[in-house]
């Protein structure tokens, strides 16, 4: 299962718009966002929010689980 914290703050909220995987799903532990795929890779695309590149390349800040298959400009895919 794939998973990335988000750091919940409104700089970081965007990156949630970004999620493209069907099966993914939000939801609070602590101070982060937890979004988690319970099927297949959990895919963010950058052309979905516009992010600056500040917000976008802090994207895994907050922690992820599993394996990152790609982080790019364009996308950031976690796969299990």
Same mark, same amino acid.
């Given at each position: 299962?794939?998973?990335?914290? #988000? &750091?919940? #703050? $409104?700089?970081?909220? $965007? &990156? +949630?718009?970004?999620?493209?995987?069907?099966?993914? =799903?939000?939801?609070?532990?602590?101070?982060? +966002?937890? #979004?988690?795929? %319970?099927?297949? $890779?959990? #895919? &963010?695309?950058?052309?979905?929010?516009?992010?600056?590149?500040?917000?976008?390349?802090? !994207? &895994?800040?907050?922690?992820?689980?599993?394996?990152?298959?790609?982080? %790019?400009? !364009?996308? +950031? =895919?976690?796969?299990?």
């Amino acid at each position: 299962m794939a998973t990335l914290y #988000v &750091l919940n #703050v $409104p700089e970081f909220a $965007p &990156l +949630l718009d970004a999620v493209t995987t069907e099966s993914a =799903r939000t939801d609070t532990v602590g101070d982060y +966002l937890r #979004v988690t795929a %319970d099927a297949g $890779p959990l #895919v &963010l695309e950058r052309a979905r929010i516009g992010a600056r590149d500040a917000v976008w390349f802090a !994207a &895994l800040t907050g922690g992820f689980t599993g394996t990152m298959a790609r982080f %790019d400009k !364009a996308v +950031l =895919r976690l796969e299990s």
